[in-house]
């Protein structure tokens, strides 16, 4: 699993800010496991529950 923040801050006066930041999770795709069984039987170590594929997220923080 690979994710990875960028964020750029900008003065804005009077001692505030505004923080630009883009998130990116999951960059390798990768097929993990979230949630794994662990009772005996058939199932035994199965996944329930995987990880997302690639997502990301755009925001912004006002800071004063």
Known sequence: MFDVRV???????????LRLFFDA????NAYAGETITVQTGAL????TAILAPRTGRIGARFVW
């Open 7 to 17: 964020e750029k801050t900008l003065n804005t006066g009077r001692g505030t800010k």
């Open 25 to 28: 999770f999951n960059l390798m």
């Open 44 to 47: 035994y170590l199965q996944p």
